[in-house]
């Protein structure tokens, strides 16, 4: 399962999205950051974790997103996240501004106060740029960077768009 205790999630309220996404495809409008992406091997992004199994690990070319795809859930953590993301509580009982994201296997995603570096790849120096318009796919989540929206990752019908300016959560 994705982080919990000090990494604390919780369900976005209702707030207005803003931008990102056009006309669905599947149902997902979000789809639409994926058209003409270039599709690239998860080798280089993998890393065999004790606790998780295999995970493949990515950041934006901003290098201020940094995400973590698993078997059962894609995550990502910000060092800027949006400033018209709901409020969520930290594990200290803080509330204050999401830093994390996350989406567990066939669910919608919630925002996270995050403690630690929970979507960061301990195993490697350095993590893999997932440049803009590629498109990573494993364990049925599928993500991609766009310079205006961030971080795009969806699976079926469910995703999020994670940004430093503006977020979507479908």
């Given at each position: 399962?994705?982080?919990?205790?000090?990494?604390?999630?919780?369900?976005?309220?209702?707030?207005?999205?803003?931008?990102?996404?056009?006309?669905s495809s599947?149902?997902?409008?979000l789809?639409?950051?994926?058209?003409?992406?270039?599709?690239?091997?998860?080798?280089?992004?993998?890393?065999?974790?004790?606790?998780i199994?295999?995970?493949?690990?990515?950041?934006?070319?901003?290098?201020?997103?940094?995400?973590?795809?698993?078997?059962?859930?894609?995550?990502?953590?910000?060092?800027?996240?949006?400033?018209?993301?709901?409020?969520?509580?930290?594990?200290?009982?803080e509330?204050?501004?999401?830093n994390?994201?996350?989406m567990?296997?066939?669910?919608?995603?919630?925002?996270?106060?995050?403690?630690?570096?929970a979507?960061?790849?301990?195993?490697?120096?350095?993590?893999?740029?997932?440049?803009?318009g590629?498109?990573?796919?494993?364990?049925?989540?599928?993500?991609t960077?766009?310079?205006d929206?961030?971080?795009i990752?969806v699976?079926?019908?469910?995703?999020?768009q994670?940004?430093?300016?503006?977020?979507?959560?479908?």
């Amino acid at each position: 399962p994705a982080p919990k205790q000090q990494d604390q999630k919780q369900a976005p309220k209702k707030s207005k999205s803003s931008g990102g996404g056009g006309s669905s495809s599947g149902g997902n409008s979000l789809n639409s950051y994926f058209k003409g992406g270039k599709k690239v091997g998860t080798e280089p992004f993998r890393e065999a974790t004790g606790y998780i199994g295999d995970a493949y690990y990515f950041q934006a070319p901003s290098k201020v997103h940094f995400c973590m795809i698993s078997k059962d859930y894609v995550g990502c953590q910000s060092s800027n996240p949006p400033a018209n993301a709901p409020s969520v509580q930290y594990a200290d009982g803080e509330h204050g501004k999401p830093n994390g994201i996350v989406m567990e296997q066939g669910s919608r995603p919630a925002f996270q106060g995050l403690t630690d570096a929970a979507y960061m790849n301990h195993y490697s120096s350095s993590t893999v740029v997932l440049q803009y318009g590629q498109v990573l796919e494993a364990y049925g989540f599928k993500c991609t960077t766009n310079v205006d929206s961030g971080v795009i990752c969806v699976q079926g019908s469910h995703g999020f768009q994670f940004s430093s300016k503006k977020h979507k959560i479908l």
